[in-house]
């Protein structure tokens, strides 16, 4: 009962301050919850990953970046655009 209530497991072991059970889920810090299934699957990833594995998560993220970069410009030119050609004219 406790578990789905916020029990905080700062009292098991230091360093899992501000980290919390609530309804079925652990809660970090930052509220992000995570289920059971994501802490697994996390865990067998970090256990398959080999060298040639992280440098091919590293390029992913690395796109994952420009890509975003990318998206933001176009769409700030594109505001710019229609708010340009929205203009009331008195």
Known sequence: MNISKGLEIASIKDGWEGWRFKN?????????????????????LLEIGADNDR???R?????ARLLKKYVKERLQKQSFFLLRNNRVSY
């Open 55 to 57: 440098r091919k998560q």
């Open 24 to 44: 079925g889920y652990l809660v970090n810090e930052q509220g992000i919850r995570i289920s059971p299934q994501q802490i697994l699957t996390g865990y067998t």
């Open 59 to 63: 390029e992913i993220i690395k796109v």
